[in-house]
């Protein structure tokens, strides 16, 4: 009887409860001669659980977490392929990367407990997770990133004459409409008569200070009282389509830094300040080099991952065992 009460003992042990569900942890999947955990699935899609909780419920959460676990069990055995190729290239220097892991390790110590190892293992005891535990995740977590820096990253060749060519060729995905950058003073005005009379001449003496050469941002910290009262009004890039004939009416006719009088809409009173001004039209390629670049090396990046990935599962051994949580 004592070891039947031992062996349900390690089996309510073995449960981990991600997001409500029970899982057993037992084997997602054999990878050659190693396994990935369904616990150390659960542990890849736990952080985005309260987030999914708020935006799906019922049958769509359900399929939102099975989703997610696919996704991280697939990440996870191809972490497991780039270990064991790391294992088998003779060709790394082995101790130079052990001593680079070793090196993260006291960075990180040193940046998120300053330097406090202590302190450090306290942390540890309180997740439940030992130091040899840590040390292996953090070794394996950087040996992937060098692996996929040697094995995509470095391969990567983005010239420029690809870059102007997408710009060239997409001319309407770099379309922009005509926007302007805009700071806004906003007081609210009142349906009480007298009420309002004192609004009213806030603004006019707002103004007037304004035209006298008080500082906008600074005035509108004090006066405004819309949510960008803080960033001194600011309302950054706006598109002239986005903005209602009241207030578009009178920034049409005014030049870059400049401001408008006091503009009533809806009962209420605005002040506004045109910072700049962008025309519609395609944006110029300087401006949207960088993240043509960016996109381009995406793609590369993605295209290339997919080839190394699959030369690594070709020959591997790889069984699911638990698909979904």
């Known amino acids: 009887m004592n070891r039947i009460f031992l062996i349900l003992g390690l089996v309510a042990f073995a449960f981990s409860s991600i997001g409500g569900m029970v899982t057993l942890d037992g084997v997602a999947a054999y990878v050659n001669d190693t396994v990935v955990t369904v616990g150390e699935v659960n542990e890849a899609i736990a952080p985005a659980m309260p987030q999914w909780r708020q935006i799906y419920e019922g049958a769509e959460l359900k399929a939102k977490i099975k989703e997610s676990y696919d996704e991280a069990l697939d990440d996870l055995i191809n972490a497991k392929l780039i270990l064991k190729a790391y294992d088998a290239d003779t060709k790394v220097n082995k101790e130079g990367v052990d001593k680079y892991v070793e090196k993260k390790m006291s960075d990180f110590i040193?940046?998120?407990f300053g330097g406090d190892r202590?302190?450090?293992?306290k942390a540890l005891k309180e997740e439940k997770i030992s130091l040899e535990e840590w040390r292996r995740r953090?070794?394996?977590?950087?040996?992937?990133?060098m692996m996929r820096a040697r094995e995509v990253e470095s391969k990567i060749v983005i010239s420029p004459k690809d870059v102007r060519e997408v710009y060239l060729t997409n001319p309407k995905k770099y379309y922009q409409d005509e926007q302007l950058k805009l700071r806004v003073i906003?007081?609210?005005?009142?349906?009480?008569?007298?009420?309002?009379?004192?609004?009213?001449?806030s603004v006019s003496n707002a103004v007037a200070q304004l035209k006298a050469g008080s500082d906008f941002g600074d005035m509108a910290k004090k006066l405004s009282e819309d949510g960008k009262a803080k960033e001194g009004g600011e309302w950054g890039w706006v598109d002239t389509k986005d903005l209602r004939p009241e207030l578009m009416t009178p920034l049409a006719a005014m030049a870059s830094n400049t401001m408008s009088g006091a503009i009533q809409m809806d009962g209420d009173f605005y002040?506004?300040?045109?910072e700049d001004r962008h025309l519609a039209g395609t944006m110029p390629f300087e401006v949207v080099r960088a993240s043509i670049e960016k996109e381009l090396r995406r793609k590369e990046i993605r295209q290339l991952t997919t080839v190394w990935i699959a030369r690594l599962r070709k020959d591997a051994y790889i069984k699911i065992v638990e698909s979904g949580p």
Not at 118 to 121: D, M, Y
Not at 138 to 145: K, L, N, T
Not at 189 to 200: D, F, K, Y
Not at 271 to 274: A, R
């Open 138 to 145: 953090m070794r394996e977590r950087v040996i992937v990133g």
């Open 118 to 121: 202590q302190e450090f293992l």
């Open 186 to 201: 906003l007081i609210h005005g009142s349906t009480n008569a007298s009420e309002r009379e004192v609004r009213e001449a």
């Open 110 to 112: 040193q940046d998120r």
């Open 271 to 274: 002040v506004v300040k045109l």
